[in-house]
Structures are given as structure tokens and as C-alpha cells.
């Protein structure tokens, strides 16, 4: 059975650092591009990026570039994602998800069950 | 940037066949998804490259396209149905973007 399991909620203040996980299980890790998605508050879905586990290759949206970084631990087939100075507007649910490799534009055939993160001082 | 249109909200009673669409200008070349997100849950893909069902979908679930919008129709609509559904597709060979979203009520 495929599955994503995600860590737990985190409560951070303005301008900590803070890196959650997404460690899957049931299939071939470096077959699957890791993806994270935001859904703030009320709100709708968000791409934010994802990483290729078989050679580290991470592609961006340009709204979150720079303001996160997306890795992953083959060994231990867990995806990351971690801010190094967390804003107010970074409270959200984060979900991960897998996307298979392929030029043909696969979907998100598989998720987590996400992490809250609240940011507030 | 590139935006998927859908409508913020619908309403369908049950048993009836309700749809929802989804427009952006780079639809007709390419594959969207479709998932269904209820609340304090996951979103689960129910449709994908355009029309295709995951197994473990149901068979009231069906998805088409015409030109730049694709539709996700629902057939004898039930009352677990309603959830917020959002289509999805690829701003480039590597960047996603997400419709806004629509809340499927069903009364």
C-alpha cells in the first residue's frame, strides 16, 4: 500500500527555522517526484515545488522560491521541505504528494494527510 | 501567471448529474486532474488525464474536455459527493497550478 506519512504540527514564532517531513513507503521513492502543495486558511491549493529523488533536481514556483528549500533523504525515502525564517503568512496546511516521473504530465496520484504549521509571536 | 477559472460554488440535488468546469488558455494542449478535497481531509484524485478514473473511484465520476475547459461531471450526485473540487494542469513542463477551487454542495 502506498502511503505518505507526514509529521506533526509545529507552532513557531516569526523568524525561526522549521523543517517537516513526508516519508513514504509501499513503492520505489526515486520513481516518483515529491511535490508539496499550501492551503492556507479557507483557502484553495497551492503548488510550491518539488524535488526528483533520484538526482536532487528541485523545481520552484516562483512565489516560494527563495523562501524555501525542497530535499530529500533517498536512504530513508523521506521528502523535505524547510523554511529557514518563518513569516506570519506561512501558517498553513502543507501536504506532500507523489507524481510520477514522465514527460506526459502525471497527477498527484497520492498524499499525505498534512502539517499544520501556525507562525505567531 | 497562468490561471485555471472554475466557479466558486455550486449546488445539485441529489441524484441529479452536476458539472463543474475549469478554462485556462493552455487546457486544449494539454492533460488536467481533478481532485475532491472534503473538509480536514487530503484531496483524493478523481479524474486524471482528462477524462481517465484512478480505480476506486466511482463510476458516477467522469471527466471531459472541449477545447480550453475541461469538466468534471458527477452523475446521480450523492450527498458524500460534496466537498470542494479543484481542477489542476502545468504552467510549463515542470510548474503546476491549481484552479481556485470549487465548494459542491448537495441539497
Known amino acids: 500500500e502506498v502511503q505518505l506519512v507526514q509529521s506533526g504540527p509545529e507552532v513557531k514564532k516569526p523568524g525561526e527555522s522549521l523543517r517537516i517531513s513526508c516519508k513514504a513507503s509501499g513503492y520505489s521513492f526515486t520513481n516518483y517526484w515529491i511535490t508539496w502543495v499550501r492551503q492556507m486558511p479557507g483557502k484553495g491549493l497551492e503548488w510550491m515545488g518539488k524535488?526528483?529523488?533520484?538526482?536532487?533536481?528541485?523545481a520552484y514556483s516562483p512565489s516560494f522560491e527563495g523562501h524555501i528549500i525542497i530535499s530529500a533523504d533517498n536512504a530513508i525515502s523521506t521528502g523535505y521541505v524547510q523554511w529557514t525564517s518563518l513569516k506570519a503568512s506561512d501558517t498553513a496546511i502543507y501536504f506532500c504528494?507523489?507524481?510520477?516521473?514522465?514527460?506526459?504530465?502525471?497527477?498527484?496520484?497520492?498524499w499525505g494527510q498534512g502539517t499544520l504549521v501556525t507562525v505567531s509571536s | 501567471s497562468y490561471e485555471l477559472t472554475q466557479p466558486p460554488s455550486m449546488s445539485v440535488s441529489p441524484g441529479q448529474t452536476g458539472s463543474i468546469t475549469c478554462s485556462g488558455d493552455?487546457?486544449?494542449?494539454?492533460?488536467a486532474s481533478w481532485y475532491q478535497q472534503k473538509p480536514g481531509q487530503s484531496p483524493v484524485l478523481v479524474i486524471y488525464q482528462n477524462t481517465k478514473r484512478p480505480s476506486g473511484i466511482p463510476e458516477r465520476f467522469s471527466g471531459s474536455k472541449s477545447g480550453n475547459t475541461v469538466t468534471l461531471t458527477i452523475s446521480g450526485t450523492q450527498p458524500i459527493d460534496e466537498a470542494d473540487y479543484f481542477c489542476q494542469a502545468w504552467d510549463s513542463s515542470t510548474a503546476v497550478v491549481f484552479g481556485g477551487g470549487t465548494k459542491l454542495t448537495v441539497l
Open positions: 493552455k487546457l486544449g494542449d494539454q492533460y
Open positions: 524535488i526528483d529523488p533520484s538526482n536532487s533536481y528541485s
Open positions: 504528494a507523489r507524481q510520477a516521473i514522465s514527460p506526459f504530465g502525471t497527477p498527484f496520484d497520492s
